[in-house]
């Protein structure tokens, strides 16, 4: 056979080694520049305050700094299960290795991806790095696992580099499934890919996580062999990161111990989340790859045009680094290195793509209206790569009775819009001198986009010698012109259709920048969900009795009937504010063209389950030199001579030290569902309720037509957290709303919102009528025998109290119930930076006094979790008076009688002795909550009749 023959029987373009090997750093590359246009690298709308992120170390995020074993991991069932057995400890070595192949190229000038993962990823040798940009990575490289099967074994036996690596993983790889084989859909035929005639999930099924997703609702896929790595399972591991208390789930002992294995939970299941994120933008960029979407298998075992372009593009990435040559056999003196570099585009940059649910992005078969829409109207990714671009093992005449629709098959059909480009070939082929002067032909197309044909028509880069609008998408075999030229007898035998280096260029540089684009899209949709916090009437969430029996374990308060101690109840206006932009919506479906208001209301599942509802999460961390007493409160105390308090001494009564009075992990409390109707709209006031407000509106239009008093954009929602109470002594304190059902179009959307407000802030009321204030001293009753006929002094009891929080009354005494002498109430409230102005009213017999005070705040907090990062430097509280914490404010009346020299009232605060009957004292229980009283504090209280 002379040297022409055998050159017709090479296979036409590339000898590639493995999808696998080289491919998963394509998507890494596009799914790192997805996240940093995305919302989570811009923190654009304070996205990563809202989801509580913002205060965690940004390089390792999801670490258990408070743990012995500091390490991040993630769950491999999706946090379903939870548990230690479940969770991967060591999310490292594969990924890594995979990220570090882009840090040498930070010496090419060259190349222009060496700093993508500078300061993401360390070298070799070094400690590795978790920023939320490389949970998305990892998620990225690990959907090509292919378990222990011979096409994952490949790449061990083809000795890449990063193969033992990868070889460590098995074990942890969920099902030992070859994932790949369900990365493909065909949106024309609608169907997936066929191994031995078994058909494959569709991928869209499989990146979304359900059986069907063209239903609604969907039913989550079920199984062994389901993808535990889905959106389903990305969206289900972002509400248990938000609300999940396993150890009260299982009814385990509320302890230390629980809670913080409660709280590494928490952080697995935030760093699940993303992980599957990043799994569901590699089937979307997969879905970008023409071979996906036109069901071309491409693995080690098909044929070399069919391996060609993964191997190829990821050799136009990473350049000569060990990725051997993808073009032997067609131009052989073209090595990696001399390859160009893709362009990553602005695809989405100045208008995000946006469509209205998940499967969308992905391909636009179904219109929102349930129909099936035009082929060649069609807007997801998957749409574009099937109908813009032929493949290695679809080019005309591959396909048989049924080829897809476009690009057309006829070349030669001027109605089909082809045109012809006639180019000196790169270099010869080396079998034959006689094949250096070849021309190499292209046939040109336009590559349609519905989504942005702007882009398309002025932004798309093609290679040197082609120009806008028409594309590379096929060349002439060479093999077979030069065949029949040569007199060869078996032309025929030889496809005159294939691919060239430009033609494989082309479909990187067109889809690539939308792939990034479109992933990009998908991130910020799946957190769009927003809901806005603001302050509830006066600034008051929540009151509580300090006074109440109960005592602490471990740690943790605990009331008589076994609960944590703390608040029972929460109040905070809530608005959905979902792509919402000075009161327009804006989210507007690529595909149609449509708004469309992103609204919350009641629905279904699948199951029959009513959705639609929404939670309160308190996140906090918490004081365990607490006691009932206060004596574990970090306060400021009085100079012993004078009184007044002394900010050079600032300590705790009790001896606890700073740094010991605030746990390190986060804990949160979570309140019972509050369920929405079918418009959006609230339950109304809670039984009990005398606020007409509460619980009263709509969660999209707000509290309109109700009531003039209740009259504004959000609605002021009561939150039930009788079964898991706000602990009384929770520092750092920050409130959460999360809402988990419809939104928009989408049947099984999450929104969340977030606030910063100040801790307990205490407010006493003690009787000081102990004490006589004679002409500037203090004297007790046995003291002072000769009081004037005209002083009705005696030691008095408080007969009736209240206290005001501007109009509200927060505690109202019954008939009956008295403060005696040297004995004090004190109450708990949640407040924030609100300049509000309180009262208390006290009446002792004939005499009653009034007291409008303003707000000393509260903050207990620091701006980092982990107290290695940021120091705890409270502020203490200004009070202590009489032996014991008053707090930030307090009122304590007494008689007084005649002028002294100078005012040493102040003295009053270390005066003996002690109030409460010890040191320090107990307050007394007294009725304290939202509304006690209908409208004693909405009037300054009359003197009494006498």
């Known amino acids: 056979m002379n040297s022409v023959g055998k050159a017709l029987l090479l296979s036409g373009i590339v000898l590639a080694n493995s999808a696998f090997g080289f491919e998963t750093q394509t998507h890494a590359l596009m799914t790192r520049e997805a996240y940093a246009r995305s919302q989570l690298a811009t923190d654009a709308g304070g996205l990563l305050k809202r989801l ?181 399972d990305a969206r289900n591991a972002y509400w248990w990161a938000l609300t999940r208390r396993r150890s009260k789930e299982t009814g385990s002992p509320d302890n230390p111990a629980n809670r913080a294995s409660d709280s590494k939970d928490r952080m697995i299941l935030w760093a699940t989340m993303f992980r599957s994120l990043g799994n569901v933008v590699h089937l979307l960029q997969d879905a970008a790859q023409p071979q996906h979407t036109r069901l071309d298998p491409h693995s080690a075992k098909d044929g070399d045009q069919q391996q060609a372009f993964e191997g190829f593009t990821n050799a136009r990435i990473l350049g000569g680094d060990g990725v051997g040559s993808f073009v032997h056999g067609f131009y052989s003196s073209l090595e990696p290195e001399d390859l160009s ?93 006689r094949l250096r002067a070849a021309t190499c032909l292209h046939f040109l197309h336009a590559v349609p986009d519905t989504v942005n044909p702007d882009y398309a028509g002025s932004m798309d880069v093609l290679p040197p010698g082609f120009s806008l609008p028409n594309a590379p998408i096929a060349a002439d075999g060479i093999f077979r012109e030069f065949a029949m030229s040569h007199g060869s007898a078996f032309p025929r ?80 206006r809530v608005r959905n504010v979902t792509n919402l932009v000075d009161g327009n919506h804006t989210l507007r479906d690529a595909g149609t063209g449509e708004i469309v208001p992103q609204t919350m209301h009641s629905g279904v599942d699948s199951s029959g389950n009513p959705t639609g509802h929404l939670v309160a999460i308190a996140r906090y961390h918490r004081n365990p030199c607490y006691q009932p007493d206060l004596s574990g409160e970090y306060v400021v105390m009085p100079d012993p001579q004078t009184g007044i308090p002394n900010p050079s001494d600032k300590r705790i009564p009790s001896g606890c030290a700073l740094q010991d009075s605030r746990r390190a992990f986060v804990e949160i409390s979570v309140s019972v569902p509050l369920q929405l109707d079918a418009s959006g709209n609230l339950p109304g006031p809670p039984a009990g309720s005398i606020n007409p407000c509460v619980n009263a509106g709509n969660i999209n239009s707000g509290a309109h037509g109700i009531g003039s008093e209740c009259e504004n954009d959000a609605v002021l929602a009561q939150f039930d957290f009788s079964n898991d109470p706000i602990p009384i002594n ?184 002690p109030i409460g009957g010890g040191l320090p004292g107990f307050a007394r229980p007294v009725t304290a909550g939202f509304d006690v009283a209908a409208d004693k504090c909405k009037r300054v209280p009359p003197p009494p009749a006498g």
């Open 341 to 433: 570099i893709p362009p990553l585009g602005a695809y989405g940059s100045t208008a995000p793509v946006m469509f209205s649910i998940p499967l969308r992005f992905f391909t636009t078969r179904s219109s929102l209206g349930g129909a099936q829409t035009g082929f060649f109207a069609r807007s997801g990714m998957a749409d574009y790569s099937s109908r813009g671009f032929f493949t290695g093992g679809t080019l005309p005449g591959m396909e048989g009775d049924t080829p897809h629709q476009a690009p057309p098959q006829d070349f030669d059909n001027p109605a089909n819009g082809y045109s012809i480009s006639y180019s000196s070939c790169e270099s010869a082929f080396v079998v034959d001198e």
């Open 52 to 232: 509580g992120l913002d205060r965690l170390y940004r390089d390792d995020r999801f670490q258990m700094y408070w743990d012995a074993d500091v390490r991040s991991r993630y769950y491999k069932d999706g946090g379903q299960s939870g548990g230690d057995i479940q969770a991967i400890d060591y999310p490292a070595g594969f990924e890594a290795c995979q990220m570090r192949d882009f840090l040498v190229l930070d010496e090419e000038r060259d190349r222009k991806f060496g700093h993508s993962f500078v300061n993401t990823v360390h070298s070799a040798g070094n400690p590795n790095l978790y920023p939320i940009q490389n949970w998305l990575v990892r998620g990225a490289i690990r959907e090509d696992d292919m378990g222990p099967t011979i096409l994952g074994w490949y790449p061990l036996l083809n000795v890449s580099r990063c193969a033992w690596e990868w070889f460590l993983t098995v074990p942890d790889q969920p099902n030992y499934l070859p994932r790949s084989f369900q990365h493909f859909y065909d949106p024309e035929f609608d169907r997936g890919l066929s191994v031995l005639q078994i058909p494959q999930e569709k991928s869209v099924d499989w990146a979304l996580g359900y059986e069907d997703s063209f239903v609604s609702p969907a039913t989550p896929a079920q199984g062994v062999g389901r993808n535990t790595y889905s959106y389903l």
């Open 493 to 572: 035998d030889i496809s005159r259709v294939t691919w060239s280096p430009q033609v494989l260029e082309t479909i990187g540089n067109l889809t690539i920048p939308r792939a990034i684009g479109y992933s990009a899209g998908l991130l910020d949709f799946f957190f769009r969900g927003e809901i806005e916090l603001s302050s509830p009437p006066d600034g008051l969430y929540a009151v509580i009795d300090q006074g109440t029996p109960h005592h602490v374990e471990d740690g943790i308060p605990m009331d008589e009937a076994g609960l944590v101690f703390g608040f029972h109840a929460l109040r905070v």
């Open 730 to 913: 929770a520092t750092d304190l920050f409130v959460q709303v999360a809402y988990r059902g419809p939104l928009g179009f989408e049947d099984d959307g999450i929104a969340v919102g977030s606030k910063d407000i100040d801790e307990t802030n205490y407010i006493t009321l003690w009787n000081g009528t102990d004490r006589f204030y004679h002409n500037g001293e203090w004297v007790a009753p046995e003291d002072f025998a000769d009081v004037p006929d005209n002083v009705p002094w005696q030691p008095t009891p408080i007969d009736e109290a209240l206290f005001c929080f501007a109009e509200q009354t927060i505690v109202d005494m019954a008939p009956g119930e008295t403060v005696q002498p040297a004995r004090f109430l004190r109450i708990g409230v949640l407040s924030d930076a609100q300049p509000v102005p309180f009262g208390i009213y006290a009446e002792m017999g004939l005499r009653g006094q009034f007291m409008t005070l303003s707000a000393n705040r509260a903050q207990r907090q620091t701006w980092m979790e982990d107290p290695a990062l940021a120091s705890y430097n409270p502020a203490p509280f200004l009070w202590y008076g009489r032996g014991t914490v008053a707090g930030g404010n307090f009122l304590a009346p007494f008689y007084a009688y005649g002028e002294g020299s100078q005012d040493n009232t102040m003295q009053s605060l270390i005066l003996n002795p």
